[in-house]
């Protein structure tokens, strides 16, 4: 296979009502028909986007923004939270009145029951985690979410420097590995791979998509990204919801 392309999901493959637009399952089948590899680059956690992976019948994928990453369902990079970290900044959140989800490649749990986690897990239409304050003992947590309101989180940056704080939501962030990020995924899938870097294309949205764009030959923000995400990118599409991954594709001379 001659070219590799990374879809991010919310906002990119799923539209504004988290739902796969029948152009974007067409144009993902195109690209496979033509012989372009399609695998998927997220924030979400495995679990949290199998029902996906099975439409698109997609195996290989960078999620936790990087940090866990399956080529053909092996898992062939892992960088998990350093759990001592983790055990520092649950005792900071709990006396700032900050719940926090830990996350593993398999579920989550929530330190308490929290209508921030409610908020945030239903805009991506799940249900609150059922609560187990002690999940990241023993385990490999490769991404927790620290729920407070905008500017909360400023409080915890300077005394976590191992750690990167990404805000999803105006109730949460992402708390990862510092250093982590797609694209530091994607350089270990395609160096598995052997592609070119020029061979190598992502669509995204939000943020957490900014590196990943500018790191890969070819990067496409949807019509919907933020301004601050269209500036990174060489080369912007529709909205999601009006075929922007079809005419992204085409326009590209992929598909």
Not at 106 to 128: C, N, R, V, W
Request: contains cysteine; proline residues 4%; negative net charge.
């Amino acid at each position: 296979m001659s070219k590799i392309v990374f879809f991010d999901i919310d906002g990119t493959l799923l539209d504004h009502d988290k739902k796969l637009p029948v152009t974007a399952k067409e144009a993902i089948t195109e690209l496979k028909k033509r012989g372009v590899f399609v695998a998927i680059a997220t924030g979400r956690a495995p679990f949290m986007f199998q029902s996906i992976r099975d439409e698109l019948e997609i195996d290989s994928f960078v999620s936790f923004n990087g940090q866990y990453v399956v080529f053909e369902q092996e898992a062939i990079y892992k960088n998990p939270l350093d759990e001592a970290e983790i055990e520092r900044i649950a005792m900071d959140a709990k006396r700032n009145g900050h719940p926090l989800v830990y996350m593993n490649e398999q579920t989550m749990k929530a330190t308490i029951s929290h209508d921030y986690i409610e908020t945030s897990m239903g805009s991506l239409k799940f249900p609150h985690p059922e609560q187990d304050a002690q999940f990241y003992k023993g385990r490999e947590i490769y991404q927790s979410l620290i729920f407070c309101r905008e500017g909360e989180e400023n409080v915890y940056i300077p005394e976590y420097p191992r750690f990167h704080f990404i805000r999803w939501h105006k109730y949460s962030s992402d708390i990862l590995p510092a250093g982590g990020s797609k694209a530091e995924g994607i350089k270990k899938m395609v160096d598995r791979l052997g592609f070119r870097l020029e061979d190598v294309y992502a669509f995204g949205d939000g943020l957490n998509d900014i590196e990943m764009l500018q790191a890969v030959g070819t990067g496409v923000a949807m019509g919907n990204a933020l301004d601050e995400v269209k500036s990174h990118a060489d080369h912007i599409t529709a909205d999601v919801s009006d075929d922007g991954i079809w005419k992204g594709l085409s326009s590209l001379g992929l598909i």
